[in-house]
């Protein structure tokens, strides 16, 4: 079956150090999605792929990057951790035609990040 | 500024009641909504997705209205069980950003 999986589940890493989360799923989806998750926040979107070597900045891309080099993986790097960056990132991605998430969207299960 | 917003206090219901979520916007022209579930430790999953042109859509227990003059929508579940006890998360987009933003979710709590 299809699915979506992110890796590492759990991550703990100290201020200053350089993170990926990696992202990687089987649908063959055009679109992919990186959002943090955070109380008081709800969902905010990161970054964001419409397909291979395009990638847009979402409303909190400051101090995150991606790049897109394949269809099926979307990693996200953190440069350098900071503890505002503890969060819960989770990955998704959508079936639309390029240009554009209308269609659902189908979601990781998340990475929990702890920066000390 | 666009702001989306979902009531943040839990929602608490007997088993069979019908639970009534809702999802507000402001300053923001949505082409669709989407709401989601989110059980504790997972991703959020798809439920419905409804566009600007359409009042209401239905599957199986859930419906969702969507009324562009209130700017608003309401997430229904009838003859709740207490297996729906979760997170909902509305979403929108509209076809100009081609991004979609959330609301920050109501927790419902279904008592057997």
Same mark, same amino acid.
């Given at each position: *079956?299809?699915?979506?999986?992110?890796?590492?589940?759990?991550?703990?890493?100290?201020?200053?150090?350089?993170?990926?989360?990696?992202?990687?799923?089987?649908?063959?989806?055009?679109?992919?999605?990186?959002?943090?998750? *955070?109380?008081?926040?709800?969902?905010?979107?990161?970054?964001?792929?419409?397909?291979?070597?395009?990638?847009?900045?979402?409303?909190?891309? *400051?101090?995150?990057?991606?790049?897109?080099?394949?269809?099926?993986?979307?990693?996200?790097?953190?440069?350098?951790?900071?503890?505002?960056?503890?969060?819960?990132?989770?990955?998704?991605?959508?079936?639309?035609?390029?240009? +554009?998430?209308?269609?659902?969207?189908?979601?990781?299960? +998340?990475?929990?990040?702890?920066?000390? | 500024?666009?702001?989306?917003?979902?009531?943040?206090?839990?929602?608490?219901?007997?088993?069979?009641?019908?639970?009534?979520?809702?999802?507000?916007?402001?300053?923001?022209?949505?082409?669709?909504?989407?709401?989601?579930?989110?059980? &504790?430790?997972?991703?959020?999953?798809?439920?419905?997705?409804?566009?600007?042109?359409?009042?209401?859509?239905?599957?199986?227990?859930?419906?969702?209205?969507?009324?562009?003059?209130?700017?608003?929508?309401?997430?229904?579940?009838?003859?709740?069980? &207490?297996?729906?006890?979760?997170?909902?998360?509305?979403?929108?987009?509209?076809?100009?950003?081609?991004?979609?933003?959330?609301?920050?979710?109501?927790?419902?709590?279904?008592?057997?």
């Amino acid at each position: *079956d299809a699915e979506i999986t992110q890796s590492p589940r759990h991550k703990i890493t100290e201020t200053g150090r350089q993170v990926t989360l990696a992202c990687h799923q089987t649908w063959n989806h055009n679109n992919m999605f990186w959002y943090r998750q *955070d109380l008081g926040h709800g969902l905010r979107l990161i970054h964001y792929s419409y397909g291979v070597q395009d990638t847009n900045k979402g409303e909190v891309s *400051d101090g995150y990057s991606v790049s897109r080099s394949n269809t099926e993986d979307l990693p996200l790097t953190l440069e350098s951790a900071a503890s505002s960056q503890t969060s819960v990132y989770f990955c998704a991605s959508s079936g639309a035609e390029s240009g +554009g998430p209308y269609n659902e969207q189908f979601f990781g299960p +998340g990475t929990r990040l702890t920066v000390l | 500024s666009q702001k989306i917003e979902q009531n943040s206090e839990a929602l608490n219901i007997q088993e069979g009641k019908t639970a009534t979520l809702t999802c507000n916007y402001t300053n923001y022209s949505p082409a669709y909504l989407q709401w989601y579930r989110q059980d &504790p430790g997972r991703g959020p999953v798809f439920l419905l997705l409804i566009r600007e042109n359409e009042k209401e859509k239905r599957k199986e227990r859930l419906k969702v209205t969507f009324d562009t003059t209130l700017k608003q929508s309401l997430f229904h579940i009838t003859a709740s069980q &207490p297996a729906d006890s979760a997170t909902y998360l509305c979403a929108l987009a509209s076809s100009n950003t081609g991004k979609l933003i959330f609301g920050q979710g109501t927790t419902l709590q279904v008592k057997p």
